[in-house]
């Protein structure tokens, strides 16, 4: 198949915390056309139900997939990825790269064998974590716990507001009150939202605690699938996408720019 130079590379999440995957993307691919679509509308995904999850995902990936005609989508979400990946998968006629939790690395980086892995609820209850735990971590104790207040922090954060510590404080207790809890020494952000608050989580941890998570994975991944494709010779500018656009995605055009995406639309 032929590519375009200026066709994008798409990322697609309920909000803002994809651009923690975007990042070191742009950093591999510099010159990348990219579009960022962020599914304002029916943000948060983490605490919806897997049926509604698995629809609505796979219908919005087509509609933007006929808009903008990029040559890959990543679904930059762990949410939309553990539930819906295989339905897009089956729905797209091109490459779609899915966001998991980074239990691997965690289990491999575990000095305690104690590690948590911080997501939203419907991440953390999906029988692909227990899978992955299965296969990577059989040897840890592996503690879960989901949190819809840190999606929110990490939104607010990018937006400009001031930031409640006792959010962060709240999500990391909910691990080390846990049985195991007070040796954990890795967290695996399963959550692409949390890597942008990932400094006020470990400035909330009663011990040095390690984050993990998939930004440079899904990087490699992407250089891997368009590996000999042209790409323009400079940057162009970025595209932010919102499927609801109103003065709370207007404050985050500073952050926005910040991440290469200087023009915003609504789908």
């Not at 040897?139 to 937006?159: F, I, M, N, P, Y």
Request: glycine content about 8%; charged content about 20%; overall charge neutral.
């Amino acid at each position: 198949m032929t590519v375009a130079p200026n066709a994008p590379i798409l990322f697609f999440d309920s909000g803002v915390g994809g651009l923690s995957i975007l990042a070191p993307a742009r950093a591999a691919l510099p010159t990348a056309p990219i579009v960022y679509a962020a599914d304002s509308a029916g943000f948060p995904y983490g605490t919806k139900s897997e049926a509604e999850v698995a629809a609505r995902v796979p219908a919005l990936l087509g509609r933007l997939v006929e808009r903008y005609r990029p040559r890959l989508a990543v679904i930059a979400c762990n949410t939309a990825s553990t539930i819906a990946l295989q339905h897009v998968r089956a729905a797209l006629d091109i490459p779609v790269v899915g966001t998991v939790p980074a239990i691997k690395p965690a289990a491999l980086l575990s000095k305690s064998r104690v590690f948590g892995v911080l997501g939203t609820d419907a991440t953390v209850r999906q029988p692909y974590v227990d899978r992955l735990a299965a296969e990577h971590g059989a040897d840890c104790t592996v503690l879960r716990h989901g949190s819809a207040a840190l999606v929110q922090l990490a939104e607010a954060k990018l937006r400009g507001e001031s930031l409640d510590p006792a959010v962060a404080r709240g999500a990391l207790a909910g691990l080390i009150d846990q049985p195991g809890g007070d040796v954990m020494d890795v967290v695996v952000l399963a959550c692409t939202h949390f890597p942008l608050v990932e400094a006020e989580l470990a400035a909330a941890a009663p011990h040095p605690v390690t984050f993990v998570h998939g930004g440079d994975g899904i990087a490699r991944r992407i250089l891997y699938l368009t590996q000999g494709q042209p790409w323009p010779p400079v940057a162009g500018r970025g595209t932010a996408v919102f499927t609801r656009l109103d003065e709370r995605q207007s404050a985050l055009g500073p952050a926005l720019a910040r991440y290469g995406l200087d023009r915003i639309e609504a789908l």
